[in-house]
């Protein structure tokens, strides 16, 4: 299955995101997923896009799912971010996101 997600992020990250994804259902039960979101937005007070990376899996339905992610690129104020983490979700608003993140100096 392929589609196009469109995700709205608050706290460190501020903005939104938008990005293909692909599923894999496996007989078993167990699904398989995979996308790039561009987010939009600021983070720490830095405005200017990049692109996250994530893969990750859910078992036996598609209400619960857990990923990890890594930032690949960044443009504009967010050029220099660097981070990586784990998500999982959905709860109560919507997916939780923790990890680190940094700016490399300028």
Do not use: Q, R
């Not at 995101?17 to 692909?22: H, I, L």
């Amino acid at each position: 299955i392929s589609a196009t997600e469109h995700d709205m992020f608050t706290g460190t990250f501020t903005g939104s995101g938008e990005g293909p994804f692909k599923m894999t259902w496996h007989p078993n039960g167990f699904y398989a997923g995979s996308g790039k979101t561009v987010f939009t937005g600021s983070v720490n007070g830095h405005s200017g896009s990049c692109v996250i990376m994530w893969v990750g899996n859910t078992k036996n339905d598609l209400g619960y799912w857990g990923f990890k992610w890594n930032i690949i690129s960044g443009t504009g104020g967010l050029a220099n971010l660097h981070g990586s983490g784990y998500c999982w979700g959905p709860g109560p608003s919507g997916v939780t996101m923790t990890g680190k993140i940094h700016f490399d100096p300028s």
